[in-house]
């Protein structure tokens, strides 16, 4: 009986483990981008969707961002000379597209920022663009106008309140 179980076992255990190995550290390895391109995704279409509702009306910031945060930076234009974040499997932008979008000027990031935790969020300015005089914001100050923006009015113009 217990020779016909291990008769379903491969004669070279090594293979099996080896497998076992690649399958695990790719898992850990794709485990944290996964998150990353997906919690960035999420957050991308979080505010998108709010600036969509808030279309010729005023924005704010903290009451649609889902976590606490004391500090926002906003960067428009974003150029990068270092590492550029991929998303493989469709699970966000690749690296390529948004060098592309660095390229023609139109990638734009939020930065916000509490004790040692930031978290970042990227689109495309034909989304979401900003006109703005200054870049640093709290929560009480990124207060912004929301206008249609862009050729097929699929885009806003966040216009900061002072």
């Not at 999420?42 to 903290?62: E, F, G, I, K, P």
Request: with cysteine; charged share 20%; aromatic share 12%.
């Amino acid at each position: 009986m217990i020779g016909r179980m291990l008769h379903g076992f491969p004669s070279k255990p090594g293979v099996v483990i080896a497998v076992v190995l690649v399958i695990g550290v790719l898992s850990i390895y794709y485990f944290k981008q996964y998150r990353d391109c997906t919690d960035i995704a999420l957050l991308r279409s979080t505010l998108y969707t709010a600036v969509q509702q808030n279309s010729n009306d005023v924005l704010r910031l903290a009451s649609i961002i889902p976590f606490e945060w004391d500090r926002a930076r906003i960067i428009v234009d974003f150029q990068n000379q270092g590492k550029v974040l991929d998303c493989p499997f469709e699970w966000d932008w690749t690296q390529a597209q948004r060098k592309q979008l660095m390229t023609n000027g139109q990638l734009n990031v939020i930065a916000f920022a509490r004790k040692n935790i930031n978290t970042i969020v990227d689109f495309s300015s034909e989304m979401i663009d900003f006109e703005l005089t200054e870049t640093i914001f709290t929560p009480d100050s990124a207060v912004f106008s929301v206008e249609n923006h862009g050729a097929e009015n699929t885009g806003y113009l966040l216009r900061q309140i002072r």
